[in-house]
Structures are given as C-alpha cells and as structure tokens.
C-alpha cells in the first residue's frame, strides 16, 4: 500500500545541479518524517538527508551539507532533494525512505539514478 516513486536522477557533470522528487502514497504523508539515502557499488547505504513531517527540522549527511537541501511539500505529498555543486563522489543511486514509528518498518521507492562525469 506504501508506494515511494523517485524521479529526477540522470547524468550530470562535475559542479552541476539535480532536483529529485519522492512521490508518495498510500500513507498520511504529513505524519511522517521523511529520508533520503544513497547507495553506491561496494558501499554502504548512507543517509544523506532527513526532514521531519512539517519539514521544520532538517539534517544532512557531513558529505553534503551546504551543497544538498532537502524539503518538502504536503499538499502535493512530495519530498525533494536539491542537489548543487555535485561531484563525482555523488554518483550512487538515491532512494526515499519513511518508517512507521510504532512498527519500525522500512519503506523504499525504487530508487534513481545520479552519475555524476565529465
């Protein structure tokens, strides 16, 4: 019932920019803090970003702070990623990411994709 669609990724050059969407439903979107993590070849998932359900409060990744913003938009039930100054370091697949809190249940879009090359 829970569905995170990703969009937004693609192929980028060094110091250039993306805006991800996480589109979700099937779930009170407005209730839910939501994430955004990335996962390269050989590498651990990483949290990059986090916001919480009224998107006052925000965190980020050391990696990307000041380069990344993460926000949101309850009436259109979306979350963003704006990715600035990318690097290649960057290239991973991003996916958005919410948990219940009674549960701890984990719930993942599909991911998309982010390379970052010359």
């Known amino acids: 019932q829970v569905q995170l669609v990703e969009s937004g990724g693609g192929l980028v050059q060094p110091g250039g920019s993306l805006r991800l969407s996480c589109a979700a439903s099937g779930f009170t979107f407005s209730n839910y803090a939501m994430r955004w993590y990335r996962q390269a070849p050989g590498k651990e998932r990483e949290l990059v970003a986090y916001?919480?359900?009224?998107?006052?409060?925000?965190s980020y990744a050391d990696s990307v702070k000041g380069r990344f913003t993460i926000s949101r938009d309850n009436a259109k039930n979306t979350v963003y990623l704006q990715m600035n100054s990318l690097k290649p370091e960057d290239t991973a697949v991003y996916l958005c990411n919410t948990r219940s809190a009674l549960t701890k249940n984990n719930y993942w879009g599909q991911g998309t994709q982010v390379t970052v090359s010359s």
């Open positions: 916001i919480n359900s009224a998107g006052g409060i925000t």
